[in-house]
């Protein structure tokens, strides 16, 4: 893509090969490899790093974040300051571990808070609620409030960030809606879904 399709601070690199999409945002200080692929209308704070990645569109990451080889962030995810995504389980400066790096997969709407550490190898299922500092070492279900270290489920989220009514084990056939937005939801083999 042309430079008119997204802006790039003059502080930042693209490098050649990456692809970046049309309304994207990249700000002071960031790096982008040349195996990236960012969707359209994403905003990357300063000292942002995205290796070989993939970024669906309208995602926000916050500043000082490093998306590393392995990582996929669906659309409309939210990444908060100085988050942190690993890609090796064991790692050591004396041994090369690339063969090793285990995939990540943040689903569609899924927000991690402020200085969060997500372990590799998870999935952060769709709309789910990563607090800030909590240290996720697996998969968070969709929908999912997740807080503390390790990370536990302590609630459920509805997809527009409100906390929703619900016992962290709800109730079978539970239907529950959110008070702020009106949008229902059920339990289903113990977790909750959109209705």
């Known amino acids: ?116 550490t997500i372990v590799c190898g998870g999935t952060i299922g769709e709309y789910a609620f990563v607090a800030a500092g909590a240290v996720v070492r697996g998969d968070v279900p969709a929908y999912a409030l997740v807080a503390g270290v390790p990370a536990k489920r302590i609630g459920w989220m509805c997809r527009c960030g409100i906390r929703l009514a619900v016992d962290v084990q709800p109730a079978a056939g539970l239907a529950v809606a959110c008070g702020e937005c009106g949008v229902g939801y059920r339990e289903s083999a113990g977790l909750i879904t959109a209705a």
């Open 1 to 116: 893509m042309s430079d008119a399709d997204y802006f790039c601070h003059e502080s930042s690199y693209v490098d050649e090969g990456a692809v970046v999409g049309a309304g994207t945002k990249i700000w002071h200080f960031c790096h982008v490899h040349p195996k990236a692929k960012i969707g359209a209308r994403c905003v990357l704070g300063q000292n942002v790093y995205v290796g070989d990645a993939v970024l669906g569109d309208n995602v926000r990451v916050q500043n000082n974040v490093s998306i590393y080889d392995g990582v996929v962030l669906e659309d409309h995810v939210f990444c908060g300051p100085s988050m942190v995504f690993t890609n090796v389980m064991n790692p050591r400066s004396e041994v090369s571990r690339r063969h090793e790096y285990r995939m990540t997969l943040v689903k569609r709407g899924a927000t991690i808070g402020a200085n969060a």
